[in-house]
């Protein structure tokens, strides 16, 4: 779990850097990877427990459900990758 939490942390700051998905996911993530990293300590993850398991329901719910409705922009994608090729 505690993994899940370093990855959580990495991904949620890889979204807010970019303009693919927006914010408020990013943060969703890394409060749930912050929930994730209370695994270190075995007192703190029996009262937190409950809520852990929200947030990383939460988490990739909101997460799936973006991308399944939104999706990607696929215009923003191609302005961004354009500098990137020439």
């Known amino acids: 779990m505690v993994f899940d939490g370093f990855y959580c942390l990495l991904t949620g700051y890889l979204i ?25 300590s075995p007192p703190l993850v029996n009262y937190l427990s409950r809520y852990n398991l929200a947030l990383g329901i939460l988490r990739k719910e909101s997460v799936m459900l973006w991308l399944l409705v939104t999706g990607v922009s696929e215009q923003r994608w191609k302005e961004q990758a354009s500098p990137a090729v020439e």
Request: net charge positive; no cysteine; charged share 10%.
């Open 16 to 40: 807010f850097r970019s303009t693919f998905l927006p914010r408020i996911l990013s943060a969703l993530i890394a409060v749930a990877g912050l929930g994730w990293l209370t695994y270190l």
